[in-house]
């Protein structure tokens, strides 16, 4: 079973850049594609942005396209968000997770527990 730990959320001004983290352990991290999601009070979970488990697929979502890059290390068995020109609206919980498909939302379906990510105007 893959256990996944976000880290690196904070506090950030408006068209700042922050990096968030997932630090995965147990079954073989390579063998997943990963997630990032979010979700902020009130409104439904986003998918973000997915990576393909060999790391040559990538799926962003029009709100981030262009701002946001995903990345991953399977020997370090870690995976990275890059948030470049945050925005207010970027303020979210922001969840990992690992999943079957890159660029399938319902493919996922092992989540770490979330890190908050707050972008002030």
């Known amino acids: 079973q893959v256990q996944l730990v976000e880290s690196g959320g904070g506090l950030v001004q408006a068209g700042g850049s922050l990096r968030v983290a997932c630090a995965s352990s147990?079954?073989?991290?390579?063998?997943?594609?990963m997630g990032w999601f979010r979700q902020s009070p009130g409104k439904e979970r986003e998918f973000v942005a997915g990576i393909s488990w060999r790391g040559g697929s990538t799926y962003y979502a029009d709100s981030v396209k262009g701002r946001f890059t995903v990345s991953r290390d399977n020997a370090k068995n870690t995976f990275y968000l890059q948030m470049n020109g945050l925005k207010p609206e970027d303020t979210a919980i922001y969840y990992c997770?690992?999943?079957?498909?890159?660029?399938?939302?319902?493919?996922?379906?092992?989540w770490g527990q979330g890190t908050q990510v707050t972008v002030s105007s």
């Open positions: 997770a690992a999943g079957g498909t890159y660029n399938v939302r319902a493919s996922f379906d092992i």
């Open positions: 147990g079954r073989t991290f390579g063998s997943n594609a």
